[in-house]
């Protein structure tokens, strides 16, 4: 007699939205108190210099303080974009006034156009990103990436320390000075919680670099733990850097959503190459452990030996 075995169904339906995010669907201006005038700069005072980067909703640019000297990345958000990404851009204002650390990109004012567009003066990182600096020059060796996870992970444990849940953590927004310091940036996404031990269940954040428990959070009790989440999307960025191409994938392969999500949820973890040190193996199996309450913490791991 055949064994019928019943077949186990992922729920992919997608969470509610927080209830900040369950707002009207058109564009708003920021409110004129949301936002103490001691950040306030003038748009007189800032010279652009050129374009840094620019998506469907945001522009970044270089600019030049004109009283000062000082050069800066300045945000632009467009007057026409939606309610949602205008929320997302004074989320990112509110988490970076409040924070500061040297491994978090450093806030320094906002203005708001009579016209709605919305801008962030941040701190210049003259490299770019880690996404581009391997693009442009390669893949990182195990020395260069120790350098990086130490100063991400003393980021992330700040953050985390101040109850700030990054939930965004990879190559594009891990920026880089001159000096080669790589610090955290674009808080779009992130969640302040309210309590110690606050579930999070948001679905957000870019799908590669998810971990298990967010795609599938009905196998973890319905929520998620946001501060493990963002150690296994810091492991998957460190073996993204180290190979060349995202994990999951073969080199080429475009990113899909379905792929991804099946080989995250029910595949084993990713393995390194054999060229890589049994420090490195070590360090990268404690970010992507699938159990996400077993687990590495940042300030766990930057005792590890990888890092020394």
């Given at each position: ?165 990054h939930r965004d953590i990879k190559p594009s927004n891990l920026l880089v ?132």
């Open positions: 007699m055949a064994v019928v075995r019943q077949r186990r169904h992922l729920n992919l339906r997608l969470p509610l939205p927080e209830p900040s995010e369950r707002r009207p669907r058109f564009p708003l201006p920021l409110p004129p108190s949301a936002t103490p005038k001691a950040d306030a700069i003038s748009p007189a005072d800032i010279e652009k210099l050129q374009v840094l980067g620019h998506g469907n909703s945001a522009t970044v640019y270089k600019v030049r303080d004109k009283r000062t000297s000082t050069v800066y990345a300045l945000k632009v958000v467009h007057a026409d974009t939606d309610a949602a990404t205008r929320r997302q851009v004074r989320r990112e204002m509110d988490i970076l006034r409040q924070t500061d650390s040297p491994h978090v990109v450093r806030y320094h004012g906002f203005f708001e156009n009579p016209s709605g567009e919305v801008a962030i003066l941040m701190e210049y990182m003259e490299l770019g990103t880690l996404e581009t600096l391997m693009k442009s020059k390669g893949t990182f060796s195990e020395r260069q990436l120790a350098k990086v996870a130490r100063e991400v992970l003393s980021g992330l444990s700040y953050l985390h320390a101040q109850k700030i849940i000075n001159k000096n080669m310091e790589v610090k955290i940036g674009d808080f779009g996404v992130s969640k302040v919680m309210c309590r110690t031990l606050e579930a999070c269940n948001s679905y957000v954040g870019t799908c590669a670099y998810m971990s298990p428990e967010r795609f599938d959070p009905d196998s973890y009790g319905g929520n998620y733990n946001g501060l493990a989440a963002d150690i296994w999307s810091l492991g998957l960025t460190l073996f993204e850097l180290y190979v060349g191409h995202l994990p999951y994938l073969q080199m080429g392969q475009r990113p899909d959503w379905a792929t991804l999500m099946w080989a995250i949820c029910f595949g084993d973890p990713p393995t390194l190459p054999d060229t890589a040190s049994d420090h490195f193996r070590s360090f990268i199996g404690s970010c992507l452990i699938k159990d996400h309450t077993l687990r590495s913490t940042a300030s766990h791991l930057l005792t590890h030996p990888f890092l020394s």
